[in-house]
Protein backbone atom coordinates (compact mmCIF):
# COMPACT_ATOMS: atom_id res chain seq x y z
CA UNK A 1 0.00 0.00 0.00
CA UNK A 2 2.78 2.18 0.78
CA UNK A 3 4.17 1.73 -2.66
CA UNK A 4 1.06 2.42 -4.15
CA UNK A 5 0.81 5.58 -2.47
CA UNK A 6 4.20 7.21 -3.73
CA UNK A 7 3.38 6.73 -7.23
CA UNK A 8 3.70 9.94 -8.96
CA UNK A 9 4.05 11.31 -13.01
CA UNK A 10 7.06 10.16 -14.54
CA UNK A 11 6.82 13.90 -16.39
CA UNK A 12 6.28 16.54 -13.85
CA UNK A 13 6.52 14.93 -10.77
CA UNK A 14 2.85 15.23 -9.10
CA UNK A 15 1.61 12.36 -6.68
CA UNK A 16 -1.43 10.59 -7.44
CA UNK A 17 -3.38 12.64 -5.09
CA UNK A 18 -2.56 15.96 -6.82
CA UNK A 19 -4.19 14.45 -10.18
CA UNK A 20 -7.42 13.59 -11.43
CA UNK A 21 -5.97 10.69 -13.94
CA UNK A 22 -2.78 9.31 -13.44
CA UNK A 23 -1.92 6.50 -16.78
CA UNK A 24 0.03 3.82 -16.61
CA UNK A 25 2.66 2.57 -18.81
CA UNK A 26 5.64 0.20 -18.89
CA UNK A 27 8.72 1.99 -17.55
CA UNK A 28 5.91 4.44 -15.68
CA UNK A 29 3.12 6.91 -15.24
CA UNK A 30 1.98 10.18 -16.97
CA UNK A 31 -0.61 12.38 -15.19
CA UNK A 32 -3.96 14.27 -16.94
CA UNK A 33 -2.06 17.67 -16.93
CA UNK A 34 1.06 16.08 -18.95
CA UNK A 35 -1.44 14.50 -21.52
CA UNK A 36 -3.18 18.08 -22.33
CA UNK A 37 0.16 19.91 -22.04
CA UNK A 38 1.49 17.18 -24.81
CA UNK A 39 -1.62 17.10 -26.84
CA UNK A 40 -1.47 21.35 -27.51
CA UNK A 41 2.12 21.12 -28.74
CA UNK A 42 1.66 18.00 -30.77
CA UNK A 43 -1.41 20.07 -32.32
CA UNK A 44 0.87 23.28 -32.45
CA UNK A 45 3.43 21.23 -34.27
CA UNK A 46 1.38 19.57 -36.63
CA UNK A 47 -0.32 22.97 -37.61
CA UNK A 48 2.87 24.55 -38.44
CA UNK A 49 3.51 21.96 -41.06
CA UNK A 50 0.52 22.74 -42.05
CA UNK A 51 0.67 26.02 -42.99
CA UNK A 52 4.57 25.29 -44.13
CA UNK A 53 3.03 23.18 -46.52
CA UNK A 54 0.27 26.13 -47.42
CA UNK A 55 3.10 28.88 -47.88
CA UNK A 56 4.73 26.18 -50.01
CA UNK A 57 2.18 25.77 -52.75
CA UNK A 58 1.37 29.46 -52.74
CA UNK A 59 4.54 29.65 -54.60
CA UNK A 60 3.90 27.04 -56.60
CA UNK A 61 0.43 27.26 -57.87
CA UNK A 62 -0.62 30.93 -58.98
CA UNK A 63 -3.46 31.65 -60.84
CA UNK A 64 -2.01 31.07 -64.16
CA UNK A 65 -0.71 28.09 -63.50
CA UNK A 66 -4.28 26.95 -62.04
CA UNK A 67 -5.39 28.00 -65.62
CA UNK A 68 -3.07 25.85 -67.65
CA UNK A 69 -4.12 22.82 -65.73
CA UNK A 70 -7.57 22.95 -66.42
CA UNK A 71 -7.00 23.94 -69.94
CA UNK A 72 -5.59 20.90 -70.64
CA UNK A 73 -9.14 18.99 -69.36
CA UNK A 74 -11.71 21.35 -70.02
CA UNK A 75 -11.94 23.50 -73.53
CA UNK A 76 -13.17 26.70 -73.87
CA UNK A 77 -14.72 28.68 -70.37
CA UNK A 78 -12.01 31.18 -70.37
CA UNK A 79 -13.68 33.25 -68.04
CA UNK A 80 -15.15 30.71 -65.88
CA UNK A 81 -11.39 29.23 -65.52
CA UNK A 82 -9.93 32.50 -64.35
CA UNK A 83 -13.03 32.94 -62.17
CA UNK A 84 -12.36 29.58 -60.06
CA UNK A 85 -8.40 30.04 -60.58
CA UNK A 86 -8.62 33.38 -58.87
CA UNK A 87 -11.33 31.92 -56.11
CA UNK A 88 -8.76 29.30 -54.86
CA UNK A 89 -5.25 31.25 -55.14
CA UNK A 90 -7.49 33.74 -52.78
CA UNK A 91 -8.35 30.89 -50.81
CA UNK A 92 -5.08 29.71 -50.22
CA UNK A 93 -4.13 33.54 -49.49
CA UNK A 94 -6.37 33.87 -46.84
CA UNK A 95 -5.61 30.78 -44.73
CA UNK A 96 -2.12 31.63 -44.99
CA UNK A 97 -3.11 35.18 -43.68
CA UNK A 98 -5.38 33.56 -40.97
CA UNK A 99 -2.79 31.08 -39.67
CA UNK A 100 -0.14 34.05 -38.74
CA UNK A 101 -0.21 36.46 -35.51
CA UNK A 102 -1.25 39.25 -36.69
CA UNK A 103 -0.03 42.24 -34.77
CA UNK A 104 -2.46 45.25 -33.05
CA UNK A 105 -2.70 47.34 -35.49
CA UNK A 106 -3.05 45.02 -38.37
CA UNK A 107 -7.43 44.56 -38.14
CA UNK A 108 -7.69 44.03 -41.46
CA UNK A 109 -9.69 40.26 -42.16
CA UNK A 110 -9.75 38.93 -45.30
CA UNK A 111 -13.36 37.52 -46.14
CA UNK A 112 -14.19 35.14 -48.25
CA UNK A 113 -16.24 35.11 -51.73
CA UNK A 114 -18.53 32.36 -52.60
CA UNK A 115 -19.02 31.75 -56.27
CA UNK A 116 -22.21 30.84 -58.43
CA UNK A 117 -21.43 29.69 -61.91
CA UNK A 118 -24.67 29.40 -64.34
CA UNK A 119 -24.10 27.21 -67.46
CA UNK A 120 -26.44 24.97 -69.45
CA UNK A 121 -25.92 21.13 -69.47
CA UNK A 122 -22.77 19.74 -70.65
CA UNK A 123 -20.68 22.70 -70.78
CA UNK A 124 -18.43 21.44 -68.11
CA UNK A 125 -19.39 22.72 -64.73
CA UNK A 126 -19.09 19.90 -62.69
CA UNK A 127 -16.01 18.91 -65.11
CA UNK A 128 -14.27 22.14 -63.77
CA UNK A 129 -14.85 21.08 -60.47
CA UNK A 130 -13.63 17.61 -60.75
CA UNK A 131 -10.51 18.85 -62.68
CA UNK A 132 -9.88 21.84 -59.66
CA UNK A 133 -10.00 18.98 -57.01
CA UNK A 134 -6.73 17.25 -58.25
CA UNK A 135 -5.06 20.35 -57.49
CA UNK A 136 -5.64 21.35 -54.36
CA UNK A 137 -3.72 20.14 -51.05
CA UNK A 138 -6.90 21.30 -49.12
CA UNK A 139 -10.16 19.28 -48.82
CA UNK A 140 -12.33 19.26 -51.54
CA UNK A 141 -15.98 17.58 -52.02
CA UNK A 142 -18.99 17.74 -55.10
CA UNK A 143 -22.30 17.70 -53.27
CA UNK A 144 -25.81 17.51 -54.88
CA UNK A 145 -28.77 19.86 -53.73
CA UNK A 146 -31.56 17.73 -55.59
CA UNK A 147 -31.47 15.71 -51.96
CA UNK A 148 -31.49 18.22 -49.73
CA UNK A 149 -34.57 19.11 -47.59
CA UNK A 150 -35.71 21.51 -44.59
CA UNK A 151 -34.67 20.08 -41.30
CA UNK A 152 -37.26 17.28 -40.25
CA UNK A 153 -38.39 16.02 -43.83
CA UNK A 154 -36.96 13.18 -45.80
CA UNK A 155 -34.04 13.71 -47.60
CA UNK A 156 -31.00 14.78 -46.29
CA UNK A 157 -30.18 17.74 -43.88
CA UNK A 158 -27.77 20.66 -45.33
CA UNK A 159 -25.15 19.24 -42.82
CA UNK A 160 -24.95 16.74 -44.74
CA UNK A 161 -22.37 18.36 -47.39
CA UNK A 162 -20.34 19.25 -44.51
CA UNK A 163 -20.55 15.35 -43.50
CA UNK A 164 -18.96 14.83 -47.06
CA UNK A 165 -16.01 17.22 -46.73
CA UNK A 166 -15.20 16.01 -43.48
CA UNK A 167 -14.72 12.26 -44.79
CA UNK A 168 -12.80 13.70 -47.61
CA UNK A 169 -10.89 15.41 -45.10
CA UNK A 170 -10.39 12.39 -43.16
CA UNK A 171 -12.24 13.68 -40.57
CA UNK A 172 -9.90 16.16 -39.23
CA UNK A 173 -11.74 19.01 -38.17
CA UNK A 174 -9.03 21.86 -39.08
CA UNK A 175 -8.44 20.53 -42.06
CA UNK A 176 -12.11 20.30 -42.77
CA UNK A 177 -12.37 24.11 -42.11
CA UNK A 178 -9.88 24.94 -44.58
CA UNK A 179 -11.79 23.05 -47.13
CA UNK A 180 -13.66 24.07 -50.42
CA UNK A 181 -17.14 22.56 -51.12
CA UNK A 182 -19.12 22.58 -55.11
CA UNK A 183 -22.51 22.17 -54.82
CA UNK A 184 -23.74 21.61 -57.55
CA UNK A 185 -27.44 21.82 -58.96
CA UNK A 186 -27.89 25.01 -57.16
CA UNK A 187 -31.14 26.11 -59.48
CA UNK A 188 -33.14 22.95 -58.14
CA UNK A 189 -33.60 24.09 -55.08
CA UNK A 190 -35.46 27.10 -56.47
CA UNK A 191 -38.41 28.92 -54.80
CA UNK A 192 -40.99 26.78 -56.65
CA UNK A 193 -43.89 29.86 -56.91
CA UNK A 194 -44.26 33.19 -55.47
CA UNK A 195 -47.36 32.22 -54.53
CA UNK A 196 -48.37 31.59 -51.26
CA UNK A 197 -49.55 28.46 -50.34
CA UNK A 198 -51.04 25.96 -48.14
CA UNK A 199 -47.94 23.36 -47.73
CA UNK A 200 -44.12 24.32 -46.95
CA UNK A 201 -41.85 24.38 -49.62
CA UNK A 202 -39.32 22.28 -47.54
CA UNK A 203 -36.77 21.14 -50.86
CA UNK A 204 -37.03 24.82 -52.55
CA UNK A 205 -37.15 27.92 -50.36
CA UNK A 206 -36.45 26.36 -46.49
CA UNK A 207 -33.22 24.73 -48.26
CA UNK A 208 -32.00 27.89 -49.40
CA UNK A 209 -33.23 29.23 -45.75
CA UNK A 210 -31.04 26.61 -44.05
CA UNK A 211 -27.89 27.30 -46.47
CA UNK A 212 -27.88 31.19 -45.24
CA UNK A 213 -25.54 30.74 -41.88
CA UNK A 214 -23.86 27.55 -43.81
CA UNK A 215 -22.78 29.99 -46.71
CA UNK A 216 -21.78 33.02 -44.56
CA UNK A 217 -19.97 31.10 -41.58
CA UNK A 218 -20.96 29.67 -38.31
CA UNK A 219 -20.28 27.10 -36.44
CA UNK A 220 -22.59 23.90 -37.42
CA UNK A 221 -22.79 20.62 -35.64
CA UNK A 222 -22.22 18.15 -38.13
CA UNK A 223 -23.12 14.25 -37.98
CA UNK A 224 -19.79 12.30 -38.78
CA UNK A 225 -21.53 9.43 -40.82
CA UNK A 226 -24.73 11.41 -42.03
CA UNK A 227 -27.52 11.98 -39.69
CA UNK A 228 -30.27 10.18 -41.21
CA UNK A 229 -28.70 6.54 -40.78
CA UNK A 230 -26.98 7.19 -37.51
CA UNK A 231 -28.85 9.18 -35.37
CA UNK A 232 -27.07 8.13 -31.96
CA UNK A 233 -23.69 9.66 -33.38
CA UNK A 234 -22.38 12.90 -31.31
CA UNK A 235 -22.08 16.12 -33.58
CA UNK A 236 -18.70 17.33 -34.72
CA UNK A 237 -18.13 21.25 -34.54
CA UNK A 238 -17.26 22.74 -37.41
CA UNK A 239 -16.82 26.33 -37.95
CA UNK A 240 -17.29 27.21 -41.93
CA UNK A 241 -16.02 31.03 -41.81
CA UNK A 242 -12.93 29.41 -44.19
CA UNK A 243 -14.60 27.27 -46.07
CA UNK A 244 -14.86 28.22 -49.92
CA UNK A 245 -18.96 27.01 -51.59
CA UNK A 246 -18.84 27.19 -55.43
CA UNK A 247 -22.38 26.69 -56.43
CA UNK A 248 -23.42 25.63 -60.27
CA UNK A 249 -26.39 25.46 -61.66
CA UNK A 250 -28.34 25.29 -65.33
CA UNK A 251 -31.05 27.41 -64.45
CA UNK A 252 -33.03 25.85 -67.51
CA UNK A 253 -35.29 28.93 -68.61
CA UNK A 254 -33.26 32.12 -67.13
CA UNK A 255 -32.25 33.19 -70.92
CA UNK A 256 -36.11 33.99 -71.23
CA UNK A 257 -35.94 36.32 -67.73
CA UNK A 258 -32.76 37.82 -69.30
CA UNK A 259 -34.25 38.44 -72.35
CA UNK A 260 -37.39 40.13 -70.70
CA UNK A 261 -35.27 42.41 -68.47
CA UNK A 262 -33.28 43.24 -71.28
CA UNK A 263 -36.62 44.73 -73.49
CA UNK A 264 -37.94 46.44 -70.27
CA UNK A 265 -34.82 48.09 -69.55
CA UNK A 266 -34.63 49.48 -73.36
CA UNK A 267 -36.65 52.15 -74.22
CA UNK A 268 -37.08 54.67 -76.83
CA UNK A 269 -35.23 55.67 -80.25
CA UNK A 270 -32.10 53.28 -79.07
CA UNK A 271 -33.94 49.90 -78.42
CA UNK A 272 -33.82 48.43 -81.88
CA UNK A 273 -30.33 49.08 -82.07
CA UNK A 274 -29.21 47.69 -78.72
CA UNK A 275 -31.53 45.04 -79.10
CA UNK A 276 -30.08 43.86 -82.17
CA UNK A 277 -26.20 43.84 -80.72
CA UNK A 278 -27.33 41.23 -78.35
CA UNK A 279 -26.07 37.87 -78.77
CA UNK A 280 -29.09 35.90 -78.91
CA UNK A 281 -26.87 32.32 -78.81
CA UNK A 282 -25.40 33.30 -75.66
CA UNK A 283 -27.67 35.48 -73.41
CA UNK A 284 -26.12 33.69 -70.18
CA UNK A 285 -23.26 36.44 -70.96
CA UNK A 286 -25.57 39.23 -69.65
CA UNK A 287 -26.79 37.48 -66.62
CA UNK A 288 -27.31 39.26 -63.31
CA UNK A 289 -28.07 38.94 -59.24
CA UNK A 290 -31.77 39.96 -60.50
CA UNK A 291 -32.20 37.30 -63.04
CA UNK A 292 -31.60 34.69 -60.49
CA UNK A 293 -34.02 36.38 -58.18
CA UNK A 294 -36.47 36.33 -60.48
CA UNK A 295 -35.81 32.61 -61.29
CA UNK A 296 -36.07 31.51 -57.29
CA UNK A 297 -33.25 32.26 -55.50
CA UNK A 298 -33.77 34.15 -52.28
CA UNK A 299 -32.09 37.67 -52.14
CA UNK A 300 -30.03 36.31 -48.77
CA UNK A 301 -28.82 33.76 -50.63
CA UNK A 302 -27.40 36.00 -53.72
CA UNK A 303 -25.83 37.78 -51.17
CA UNK A 304 -23.75 35.45 -49.98
CA UNK A 305 -22.70 34.15 -53.57
CA UNK A 306 -20.79 37.70 -54.50
CA UNK A 307 -19.16 36.06 -57.59
CA UNK A 308 -21.76 35.51 -60.36
CA UNK A 309 -20.10 33.63 -63.34
CA UNK A 310 -21.60 31.99 -66.93
CA UNK A 311 -20.50 28.89 -68.82
CA UNK A 312 -20.27 29.97 -72.47
CA UNK A 313 -22.59 27.28 -74.82
CA UNK A 314 -20.59 24.98 -76.85
CA UNK A 315 -20.63 26.16 -80.48
CA UNK A 316 -19.08 23.34 -83.54
CA UNK A 317 -15.68 24.36 -83.01
CA UNK A 318 -15.46 23.85 -78.98
CA UNK A 319 -17.37 20.21 -79.73
CA UNK A 320 -14.62 18.57 -82.45
CA UNK A 321 -12.06 20.24 -79.56
CA UNK A 322 -13.35 18.05 -76.80
CA UNK A 323 -13.60 14.96 -78.88
CA UNK A 324 -10.00 14.63 -79.50
CA UNK A 325 -7.76 17.36 -77.65
CA UNK A 326 -8.11 17.15 -73.80
CA UNK A 327 -6.47 14.49 -71.59
CA UNK A 328 -9.04 12.31 -71.08
CA UNK A 329 -10.68 13.07 -74.34
CA UNK A 330 -13.82 10.66 -75.43
CA UNK A 331 -11.62 9.51 -78.94
CA UNK A 332 -8.99 9.04 -76.74
CA UNK A 333 -11.16 6.89 -73.90
CA UNK A 334 -11.93 4.65 -77.08
CA UNK A 335 -9.20 4.17 -78.34
CA UNK A 336 -7.76 3.25 -75.00
CA UNK A 337 -11.02 1.03 -74.81
CA UNK A 338 -10.32 -1.25 -78.03
CA UNK A 339 -6.48 -1.36 -77.41
CA UNK A 340 -7.36 -3.52 -74.24
CA UNK A 341 -9.05 -6.24 -76.70
CA UNK A 342 -6.30 -6.14 -79.29
CA UNK A 343 -8.20 -3.83 -81.96
CA UNK A 344 -6.73 -0.88 -83.28
CA UNK A 345 -9.09 1.98 -83.47
CA UNK A 346 -9.27 4.97 -85.90
CA UNK A 347 -11.96 7.49 -87.00
CA UNK A 348 -12.22 9.15 -89.83
CA UNK A 349 -12.28 13.01 -90.17
CA UNK A 350 -15.73 12.76 -91.87
CA UNK A 351 -16.86 10.84 -88.74
CA UNK A 352 -15.32 12.76 -86.20
CA UNK A 353 -17.97 16.10 -87.68
CA UNK A 354 -20.80 14.33 -88.13
CA UNK A 355 -20.79 13.25 -84.26
CA UNK A 356 -20.38 16.52 -83.40
CA UNK A 357 -23.02 17.89 -86.11
CA UNK A 358 -25.49 15.27 -84.29
CA UNK A 359 -24.24 16.56 -80.71
CA UNK A 360 -25.50 20.40 -81.86
CA UNK A 361 -28.76 19.29 -83.37
CA UNK A 362 -29.95 17.26 -79.98
CA UNK A 363 -28.57 19.90 -77.83
CA UNK A 364 -27.04 17.91 -75.03
CA UNK A 365 -23.65 19.66 -75.25
CA UNK A 366 -20.53 17.69 -74.62
CA UNK A 367 -22.89 14.65 -73.03
CA UNK A 368 -23.94 14.32 -76.14
CA UNK A 369 -21.49 13.43 -78.08
CA UNK A 370 -21.14 10.28 -75.00
CA UNK A 371 -24.36 9.24 -76.26
CA UNK A 372 -23.90 9.51 -80.47
CA UNK A 373 -20.57 7.80 -79.72
CA UNK A 374 -21.97 4.98 -77.45
CA UNK A 375 -24.83 4.40 -80.31
CA UNK A 376 -22.25 4.16 -83.05
CA UNK A 377 -19.52 2.05 -81.34
CA UNK A 378 -22.50 -0.31 -79.42
CA UNK A 379 -22.42 -3.56 -82.16
CA UNK A 380 -18.68 -2.86 -82.65
CA UNK A 381 -17.78 -3.01 -78.70
CA UNK A 382 -20.27 -6.28 -79.30
CA UNK A 383 -18.89 -8.13 -81.53
CA UNK A 384 -14.81 -7.62 -82.22
CA UNK A 385 -14.10 -9.13 -79.29
CA UNK A 386 -15.46 -12.30 -79.98
CA UNK A 387 -13.60 -13.00 -83.00
CA UNK A 388 -10.60 -13.84 -81.80
CA UNK A 389 -8.34 -12.44 -83.84
CA UNK A 390 -5.05 -11.38 -82.38
CA UNK A 391 -4.64 -7.84 -83.90
CA UNK A 392 -7.80 -6.44 -85.60
CA UNK A 393 -8.22 -2.75 -87.32
CA UNK A 394 -11.12 -1.11 -87.11
CA UNK A 395 -12.36 2.29 -88.74
CA UNK A 396 -14.96 4.57 -88.20
CA UNK A 397 -16.35 6.00 -91.57
CA UNK A 398 -18.80 8.64 -92.10
CA UNK A 399 -21.12 6.31 -93.84
CA UNK A 400 -20.62 3.27 -90.80
CA UNK A 401 -21.63 6.09 -88.27
CA UNK A 402 -24.60 7.62 -90.01
CA UNK A 403 -25.79 3.95 -90.87
CA UNK A 404 -25.48 2.90 -87.20
CA UNK A 405 -27.23 5.76 -86.41
CA UNK A 406 -30.23 5.78 -88.74
CA UNK A 407 -32.32 3.34 -87.42
CA UNK A 408 -31.33 4.29 -83.35
CA UNK A 409 -33.37 5.13 -80.82
CA UNK A 410 -31.01 8.25 -80.27
CA UNK A 411 -33.24 10.75 -82.79
CA UNK A 412 -35.24 10.76 -79.91
CA UNK A 413 -32.87 12.32 -78.13
CA UNK A 414 -33.54 15.43 -80.10
CA UNK A 415 -34.33 19.09 -77.84
CA UNK A 416 -37.01 21.10 -79.70
Same mark, same amino acid.
Given at each position: ? =? ?14 ? =????? @? ?19 ? #? ?10 ? /? ?13 ? =? ?32 ? %? ?7 ? $? ?27 ? +? ?12 ? =? ?8 ? &? ?9 ? *?? @? ?13 ? $?????? %? ?6 ? &? ?44 ? &? ?13 ? &? ?7 ? !? ?11 ? @? ?28 ? @? ?12 ? *? ?8 ? !? ?32 ? +? ?5 ? $? ?6 ? #? ?7 ? /? ?12
Amino acid at each position: M =DKKSQVKCSFCGREKK =DTNVL @IAGIEGYICDNCVTQAQGIVK #EEGSEKINANLD /KELKLMKPTEIKKHL =DQYVIGQDKAKKVLSVAVYNHYKRLSQSSKTLGP %DDEIEIEKS $NIMLVGETGTGKTLLAKTIAKILNVPFCI +ADATVLTEAGYVGE =DVEAILSRLL &QAADFDVSSTE *RG @IVFIDEIDKIARKSD $NPSISR %DVSGEGVQ &QAMLKLLEGSVVGVPPQGGRKHPEQKLTQIDTKNILFICGGAFDGV &QRLIEKRVKSQSLGF &QASKKMSML !DKDNLLQYISPED @IKSFGIIPELIGRLPVLSHLAPLDGSALRR @ILTEPKNALVKQYV *RLFELDGIKL !DLTKDALDFVVEKALEYKLGARGLRSICESIMMD +AMFELPS $NGKEEQMF #EVTLDYAKS /KLSGDNLKNLKVA
